[in-house]
């Protein structure tokens, strides 16, 4: 058995360095296309005749299913490879979350494999993001801020 001193040596000798003047502009240029091509879908969907607010949603919806879409034909981690945290930080990156664990575990079955699985990752931000919303909630309505 290894003594932590070792592990931390072999982890380190696996890894390698990351190249950072490559990650970091590839990272912006992804992560940057990616919010372009939605305020691209947003203009094209006021101009539709959606009000700012449904163009808004329908983005979000555009943009999720094109991910989930991806992610399912095996694009997307070809995206991420290069794109790396560009692609996990808009939300076509939550998509994927919650995608992914979804396909492989499939063969498990639909309840245990993909319906357990699916939220493996995503989950835990569900769970925070409605928390915290709940607490701002009652936060804006104890201050009188809340639009009642």
Known sequence: MPTTEQYASMVKNASGNSPSWKNIPFAFLIGGLICTIGEALLHLYQYAGLTADWAGAMVSVTLIATSALLTGLGVYDKIAKHGGAGTLVPITGFANAVVSPALEFRSEGLV?????????????????????????????????????
């Open 112 to 148: 245990l494999g993909t319906g357990a699985k699916m939220f493996l990752i995503a989950g835990p931000v569900i769970v925070y993001g409605v928390a915290a919303s709940y607490i701002y909630g009652i936060i804006l309505c104890l201050l009188g801020q809340a639009g009642m």
